[in-house]
């Protein structure tokens, strides 16, 4: 292939530089399309779609989409990656250690999912710059992936032009190519307790903290929290915040009995079922816990405890056409096409929602969420490579 690997790698750190957390990806969505207009993709295949209105969080833009008829008859593919970083990417600036891209400061990289949007965008480089024949295409750059796949599941079909199947770029090894994934629910509980002096009267208070603790230990205790394992169902949960309603600590003071806590969690399995057993065993254990903590009188805090879906497992069978093409074209290319499964949360949950068959394949990023993110840069150059393979044939 006559493919510039330097350009691509000068994208990628310039994408890396721009910040972009979720919900704020205004910035980087410009900089990608202005780069593929440079490119020479016509800016008439480029727009934006209306997602962000129907997202009920705060979002500055729509999806990105590139809209391509193609120079050849096939069926439309779809190819996906998302614009948005966590918030511990925020400041994050790349330098390239050895064979990797690693984060200057003390931030995340950022690299889940810029090496996608990086891949992609050199794979229309590829495309337009060569000349290349290729079948009709769309390009898919979300919005709002890490806060609950919001841009995959608002996107309309009709906008994506109906493609027969698509390829999603995030997560690490281009070599394997992901075919499932787990669902998730998230939920949260209020526990509305009775302030009261804890020196003067503590009797007279319920404390909204011990009623929290009871329920997480009761969870703890039964094998709910963390790894599940319940005969032959698997799934995991976790408790992501713990405070009051504006983000701060829960309770004021040392000398006042705690009168509000609000927790936020999610459950997650390949059993959509066993997602909402897991849910279920939480809002279970604080309605019990709460009637242990009383004051004089007998009165109990109240529990407010609301759930929603996040997003619906999938498992795409070997035989369907996008599995069998995409490790047929791995393989061609000598990458090893290992069909695995994810306990992660992908743009591809909704798409295949939407019935568009969708796999994942990695762009080299490794330790997401975390200080120790890295990019390799092999790795990337080869999920460039798979990529326009899976363009052009």
Request: charged fraction near 25%; proline fraction near 3%.
């Amino acid at each position: 292939m006559n493919f510039d690997f330097e350009i691509a790698k000068k994208d990628l750190l310039d994408f890396l530089s721009i910040e972009g957390i979720t919900g704020y990806e205004k910035n980087i969505a410009n900089l990608v399309k202005r780069k593929l207009i440079d490119y020479g993709v016509p800016s008439k295949y480029i727009f934006f779609d209306k997602a962000n209105k129907k997202i009920p969080y705060f979002t500055q833009t729509g999806n990105l989409i590139v809209k391509l008829p193609g120079k050849k008859t096939g069926k439309r593919k779809l190819f996906v990656c998302h614009l948005d970083t966590v918030s511990l990417c925020s400041g994050a600036l790349p330098k390239i250690y050895k064979d990797r891209i690693i984060p200057k400061g003390h931030t995340a990289l950022g690299a889940d999912n810029r090496g996608g949007v990086a891949c992609l965008v050199s794979m229309l480089r590829y495309l337009f710059v060569n000349k290349v024949d290729y079948p009709p295409l769309t390009i898919l750059f979300t919005v709002r992936e890490e806060s609950g796949l919001w841009g995959a599941r608002n996107v309309t079909k009709s906008d994506l032009g109906h493609p027969h199947f698509g390829f999603n770029c995030d997560g690490s090894t281009p070599y394997n190519i992901i075919n499932s994934a787990v669902g998730a629910e998230r939920w949260s509980v209020e526990i509305i307790g009775k302030g009261a002096h804890a020196g003067v009267e503590p009797q007279e208070g319920i404390s909204s903290s011990i009623v929290a603790s009871l329920a997480l230990s009761n969870i703890y205790k039964k094998g709910w929290f963390g790894k599940i394992t319940k005969k032959n169902k698997k799934g995991t949960s976790n408790i992501g915040y713990y405070g009051d309603k504006n983000g701060q600590c829960a309770g004021s003071s040392s000398n006042q009995v705690t009168s509000y806590v609000k927790i936020n969690g999610e459950s997650r399995s390949m059993d959509k079922n066993f997602v909402s057993q897991i849910t279920k065993e939480y809002e279970k254990s604080f309605q019990a816990a709460s009637l242990k903590v009383l004051d004089t009188k007998k009165n109990k805090s109240k529990i407010i405890f609301k759930k929603n879906i996040d997003y619906y497992p999938f498992k795409l069978n070997t035989n369907q056409d996008v599995v069998k093409f995409s490790q047929s074209i791995s393989k061609k290319i000598g990458f090893k096409g290992n069909i695995v499964s994810v306990n992660g949360g992908l743009d591809a949950n909704w798409l295949v929602r939407k019935n568009i068959p969708t796999i994942t394949f990695g762009n080299g990023h490794y330790k997401p969420h975390s200080l120790d993110e890295y990019l390799s840069i092999s790795e990337f150059k080869d999920s460039c490579l798979f990529a326009i393979a899976l363009a052009m044939n």
